[in-house]
């Protein structure tokens, strides 16, 4: 079936047309908490030889989990912050992402880092019920970032590394700027922040923001 240079015109339009439209949908929040990954050595040398972690909540995005598990951070204050959950799956290296304020406990200094990058970020020691594992390098907060699915991606008009800013339009009206876009076909739609954007902003769980365009 062949198309008149009208009929294309109109379709082109409308697609631009549902793409602006997809751009004001809003996104749902998850906020992140102090967490733990850890590699199968340390993990065992944390809980035992032969250890395995409990899986007992799934989280939004696919194939990741909370466990039951929960550790002890320790930095060079050396004051503790206990209850620190393990998420899993297992990971080829061990990374600690918490929070600013954490970081004024713990007294280190975490560079603010996409998940993953952990080159020349801060030590901590992380204590477990049968062993100590004290890291060099790992200790990061996760900067802010919105996951998304390829097709997501096409709709909001970003790529997989683009920065957006975002509005969050409640009570305590704040705007996020320089939020990373994470695209992936293993990725659900959701923004992350950690507690203390959250409670800058007055948002927690499954609050909506919006991407704005910069102009």
């Not at 697609?15 to 050595?41: C, D, F, Q």
């Not at 594992?133 to 970003?158: D, L, T, W, Y």
């Not at 954007?197 to 704005?212: E, M, S, Y």
Request: charge should be negative.
């Amino acid at each position: 079936m062949k198309y008149t240079e009208s009929e294309i015109r109109e379709l082109v339009s409308k697609v631009l047309e549902e793409t602006a439209a997809k751009s004001e949908e809003e996104i749902p929040v998850g906020v992140s908490n102090r967490h733990i990954h850890l590699t199968k050595e340390d993990m065992e040398t944390l809980f035992g030889e032969g250890y395995n972690l409990t899986p007992v909540k799934d989280l939004s995005q696919p194939g990741q989990y909370a466990c039951k598990e929960q550790l002890t951070l320790v930095g060079p204050s050396m004051r503790a912050i206990e209850g620190v959950r393990v998420l899993g799956p297992l990971r080829k290296n061990t990374q600690v992402e918490i929070s600013r304020t954490d970081s004024f406990v713990l007294k280190n200094k975490p560079p603010v880092r996409e998940s993953g990058d952990i080159k020349g970020s801060a030590p901590v020691t992380i204590v477990g019920p049968r062993g100590t594992v004290s890291i060099k390098e790992g200790c990061i907060i996760a900067n802010r970032h919105i996951h998304m699915s390829p097709n997501e991606a096409v709709q909001f008009a970003v790529s997989d590394g683009d920065y957006v800013d975002v509005l969050a339009d409640g009570e305590r009206k704040t705007m996020f700027y320089d939020v990373q876009i994470r695209v992936s076909d293993k990725f659900r739609l959701e923004m992350h922040i950690d507690t203390d954007d959250a409670n800058a902003a007055g948002i927690g769980n499954g609050a909506k923001v919006k991407i704005i365009k910069r102009t």
